[in-house]
């Protein structure tokens, strides 16, 4: 049965305008948008109006990089995919690119099934994969061809954690040439991770075993080292490259090189790193460790040069790279050894306030917002204008933003299955107040409606971002 709704009277905001515009969803798709006030809106009917006025409506959030359940340091991520992305929903994202993970010995097939059983009929939003590829091999590379033809057309490998998932340069070049033939993106984790594991064994020795030396052996340096060996690796086989939770102004800068020189690479930031700093990592009593992430936070002095690239469109995408672990039990593995603290920080579902606090911070623009956090993301994993944009024909994942909201960010309001906020105690203006993914009401009037198994999986089309 086909239901009509009308959204009236809101700011709709997109990557590319900002008008007051009445949305009219049709079949879960959006099917016209009119000035408001004008004839040709006020002839919308619909069996359900929602009034967006005073409010700002805008593309649903994509997060173009999660870990719901990632098995990770003997522990597994506590968001489950029903989890995850319902907090995900409750805070304005409607669709989730995650890392279906190739472990050792397995074929890409096996990784990726495992993936989609976990995922399937739990989620309450859209979601698709990304492939991580730990095992670079002649058949490997031939699976890599398969499954861009099934919708996943992205692809990361890892420089930092040798025997797990690190692939050493001759691998990476090597899968980097297949993307140049089949159209894949190759996203990678730059960090230099032998070096990095030799720093750890050293600084254990030494008795440094807080959580703040996490910061101090994964060295901006090492993270800049590894930025430029892929992209210099990139360059060699002809293949765009998309370098994800850049976190180092160093890295910035290799980006910004590379792109001034006209190449085709990209950046990702996390909030964590546009938020957090080495400050988080020194708190005292192992609460530290609720801040351990790889790439690190890094002293605050970063944080510039990351809001300075993602103006200047050096760095084009803001995702969560959430990846929860909950305090208690999971955090504290790495109690007398920093080493063995599960990598990752929740974020999934203080994505889009945390950016909208930017907004009003004078950071970035309003579309800008809505650019890093829908659009772009979007077209860079091939989902465009399906996802990142209101349009007609566009998929309805539409959010109702209250810009003038007061709220005060804990782990006792919000819906991620972990024990911390890592952003306990803030303040922000803005909040998510009514979600639609495909016509649907998720989250409405601050009250989830959304149900598990409402979210399909999304096969994607190759990188739209390079035209
Ligand atoms: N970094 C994290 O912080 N967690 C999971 C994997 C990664 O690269
Ligand atoms: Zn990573
Ligand atoms: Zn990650
Ligand atoms: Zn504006």
Redesign the pocket.
Same mark, same amino acid.
């Given at each position: 049965m086909s239901t009509r709704t009308v959204v009236r009277g809101g700011l709709v905001v997109t990557a590319s305008d900002e008008i007051h515009a009445d949305v009219l969803i049709e079949d879960g798709r959006i099917a016209a948008l009119a000035a408001t006030g004008t004839p040709a809106a006020e002839a919308f009917t619909a069996d359900r109006v929602l009034d967006a006025r005073g409010k700002y409506v805008l593309p649903g959030g994509v997060d173009v990089h999660t *870990?719901m359940e990632?098995p990770?340091g003997g522990t597994s991520a506590s968001d489950t995919f029903e989890t995850g992305t319902r907090a995900a929903a409750w805070g304005g994202t409607t669709t989730i690119v995650d890392f279906a993970v190739q472990t050792k010995g397995q074929s890409l097939r096996e990784g990726l099934d495992a993936w989609h059983a976990k995922a399937e009929g739990n989620c309450a939003i859209d979601y698709g994969f990304h492939m991580i590829v730990s095992d670079v091999r002649e058949e490997t590379l031939k699976e890599m061809d398969l499954l861009v033809e099934e919708g996943v057309t992205s692809f990361k490998q890892f420089m930092a954690y040798p025997g797990v998932f690190y692939s050493d340069d001759g691998q990476i070049l090597r899968a980097m040439q297949r993307a140049a033939g089949n159209g894949a993106l190759v996203m990678m *984790?730059a960090e230099n991770g032998i070096a990095i594991d030799v720093l750890v064994e050293q600084a254990l020795a030494r008795g440094e075993t807080a959580p703040r030396y996490h910061g101090e052996v994964r060295k901006a340096l090492l993270e800049a080292e590894a930025t430029h060996r892929a992209i210099r690796l990139a360059q060699v086989a002809g293949a765009p490259l998309y370098v994800v939770h850049v976190s180092a102004a160093e890295a910035v800068a290799e980006l910004t090189r590379a792109r001034d020189e006209g190449l085709p690479v990209f950046g990702e930031t996390c909030p964590q790193y546009l938020f957090l700093s080495t400050d988080n990592l020194a708190e005292p009593d192992f609460e530290g460790a609720k801040y351990v !992430?790889?790439t690190p936070l890094r002293p605050r002095e970063h944080q510039a040069a990351l809001w300075r690239g993602l103006r200047g469109n050096d760095l084009q995408v803001v995702s969560t790279?959430h !990846?929860p672990f909950c305090f208690a039990g999971q955090k504290e593995l790495g109690r007398g050894d920093f080493s063995k603290i599960p990598?990752?920080l929740p974020g999934v579902e203080n994505r889009m306030d945390l950016l909208h606090q930017a907004v009003l911070d004078g950071h970035i623009g309003r579309r800008r917002w809505v650019e890093i956090a829908c659009a772009t993301p979007a077209r860079m994993f091939g989902l465009y204008p399906k996802k990142g944009t209101l349009a007609p024909g566009s998929d309805a994942d539409l959010v109702i933003y209250d810009p003038a909201a007061e709220q005060v960010v804990s782990a006792e309001t919000h819906h991620m299955n972990v024990d911390y906020s890592a952003y306990e105690g803030r303040r922000l203006t803005g909040r998510v107040e009514t979600v639609l993914s495909r016509g649907e009401l998720v989250v409405n009037r601050r009250e989830f409606t959304g149900r598990k198994g409402h979210g399909v999986y999304l096969p994607r089309s190759t990188c739209q971002y390079l035209s």
């Open positions: *870990h990632l990770f *984790h !992430c790889s790279d !990846c990598n990752g």
